[in-house]
C-alpha cells in the first residue's frame, strides 16, 4: 500500500521562501509528482522527480531522497497568487501504469 | 489542445437518483483516470483505463458506482442510486503512455456533484 504525508496548512509571508515536506512509504517507486491546485480549480503539474537531487523551475524547486523517502517543493519569492493546495503524489511502478497516489494536499496561505 | 473536458461542471440532484458525468481525454493519451475530491479525504483514484481497458478500480466505493469508456475519446462515471456522500467534486484526468520521463496527468476542469 501506500502511506504519503504533508502538513495540512502552512503560512508564510510574501516576499518570503517557503519548504512544503512531503514523506512516503510505498511498495514501489517510479517518480514523485507536485501539483498545484487552486480553490475550485483542477489540479496543475507543477515538478516531476524519479532520481536523487534537486529539480529547479524558475521559483519553484523540489527535492527528492529515495532513500529517505522524503521529497519538499520549495517556493521562492512568494507571490500572493501561490496561495493555493499542493498536492504531492507518487507513482508506483512501472507495471502500475501511470497511477498516481496523492498525499492529502498542503494549503498554503501567503500574507501580506 | 483542448485539454480534458468534462460535463456538466455542476450537478444537483436528489438522492436515489442516477447521475452520469462525462469525460473526454487529451487526444493521443493512452489512460483516463477518475478521482473523487472532498475535504475530508482529499483526492482518490476511482479507477483507470489504459487503452479503453479498466485496470485498477479498487477505489470504486460500491457497486452503486460504475465507469464505462467506450472508445479512445469518451468515458463515464454512473452513480446509481446517488447518496448524499457521493457529494464532492470529481476530476477525470488523461495522460500518455509512461515510457519513461514525466508523462504528466491532464486533470479535468472537474464536476461538482451535490446530493440532496
Known amino acids: 500500500g501506500q502511506n504519503i504525508d504533508q502538513p495540512t496548512e502552512m503560512t508564510a509571508t510574501e516576499g518570503a521562501i517557503v519548504q512544503i515536506n512531503c514523506t512516503y512509504q510505498?511498495?514501489?517507486?517510479?517518480?514523485l509528482f507536485w501539483y498545484q491546485q487552486h480553490a475550485g480549480e483542477a489540479p496543475t503539474f507543477l515538478s516531476y522527480?524519479?532520481?536523487?537531487g534537486l529539480e529547479e523551475k524558475g521559483r519553484f524547486s523540489s527535492f527528492l531522497s529515495r532513500s529517505k523517502g522524503y521529497s519538499y517543493l520549495l517556493l521562492k519569492e512568494l507571490q500572493m497568487k501561490d496561495s493555493a493546495s499542493y498536492l504531492c503524489?507518487?507513482?508506483?511502478?512501472?507495471?502500475?501504469?501511470?497511477?498516481?497516489?496523492f498525499g492529502g494536499g498542503t494549503r498554503l496561505m501567503v500574507k501580506p | 489542445d483542448a485539454g480534458v473536458i468534462q460535463s456538466p461542471r455542476h450537478e444537483v440532484t436528489e438522492m436515489g437518483q442516477e447521475v452520469t458525468l462525462r469525460c473526454k481525454p487529451i487526444?493521443?493519451?493512452?489512460?483516463l483516470f477518475w478521482y473523487r475530491q472532498t475535504m475530508m479525504r482529499g483526492l482518490e483514484l476511482l479507477i483507470y483505463?489504459?487503452?479503453?481497458?479498466?485496470?485498477?478500480d479498487s477505489g470504486m466505493p460500491e457497486d452503486r458506482f460504475s465507469a464505462k469508456m467506450p472508445n479512445a475519446s469518451f468515458s463515464t462515471l454512473k452513480i446509481q442510486p446517488s447518496e448524499p456522500r457521493d457529494s464532492a467534486v470529481y476530476f477525470c484526468?488523461?495522460?500518455?503512455?509512461?515510457?519513461?520521463?514525466?508523462?504528466?496527468?491532464?486533470f479535468g476542469p472537474g464536476t461538482r456533484l451535490t446530493v440532496l
Open positions: 484526468a488523461s495522460s500518455p503512455v509512461v515510457g519513461g520521463g514525466n508523462n504528466e496527468q491532464f
Open positions: 510505498t511498495s514501489g517507486f517510479n517518480g
Open positions: 522527480n524519479v532520481l536523487d
Open positions: 503524489a507518487v507513482r508506483d511502478l512501472p507495471n502500475a501504469g501511470n497511477m498516481l497516489t
Open positions: 487526444s493521443g493519451h493512452d489512460y
Open positions: 483505463f489504459n487503452n479503453n481497458v479498466p485496470i485498477d
